[in-house]
């Protein structure tokens, strides 16, 4: 059994971003291999799995719905690339900021079986009927000085994939950001070393 953890970046991002944090996770999870795709679309510098131009609470739903037929083909071929399939071998998603609102999106519409999601800086953008798998765990990381996206998200995010029937975990760390921490990043390692085992 493998197990293969993609992570989704943030807007005006790009994978390579993250390659601290895979190297950060090779030491609690040496089993696991690390990958870290560039979203779909150019934005600035860097890439988004949609974009933010005249976006508003409202549409967002919408813009994360047109984004879900590129993410599944990324991830399909990153699996097909590690000879990975989920439900045989163990999934795990995880995403910052925009990269996260995919991550929860995949949890909220049950895509593919994980075997853990973890959001950082995130929140739930997914339009109802919110359908998790009860056996997909998730944790929610989110800084409570994040003046990008309020922790709040999080905090409201947890609350209603719970209600709908998935496993939540949350971990808030006071005077953080919109980034990511060392203590957030392995509590997250934890956790998904919890799930793998």
């Known amino acids: 059994m493998q197990t293969l953890i993609i992570a989704l970046h943030g807007v005006g991002s790009r994978g390579a971003d993250l390659a601290s944090l895979g190297e950060l996770w090779q030491q609690t999870l040496p089993q696991a291999r690390f990958v870290a795709p560039d979203g779909p679309a150019r934005c600035g510098a860097g890439f988004e799995w949609f974009n933010l131009a005249g976006i508003t609470p409202q549409n967002r739903p919408e813009r994360v719905v047109a984004a879900r037929a590129a993410l599944d083909t990324c991830i399909a071929d990153l699996c097909a690339q590690a000879s990975v399939q989920p ?111």
């Open 87 to 197: 439900g045989r071998d163990r999934l795990v998603v995880t995403g910052f900021s925009q990269g996260a609102i995919m991550a929860l999106d995949l949890l909220a519409r049950n895509a593919l079986p994980l075997a853990a999601v973890v959001a950082f800086s995130g929140r739930l953008a997914s339009p109802a009927p919110l359908q998790p798998a009860r056996h997909s765990p998730l944790l929610l990381v989110h800084g409570q000085a994040d003046p990008v996206i309020p922790w709040q998200e999080s905090q409201a995010a947890a609350r209603q994939l719970a209600e709908a029937g998935a496993q939540v975990s949350t971990w808030f760390e006071p005077g953080l950001g919109h980034g990511l921490s060392l203590t957030g990043a392995q509590q997250a390692a934890d956790f998904i070393g919890q799930q793998l085992n």
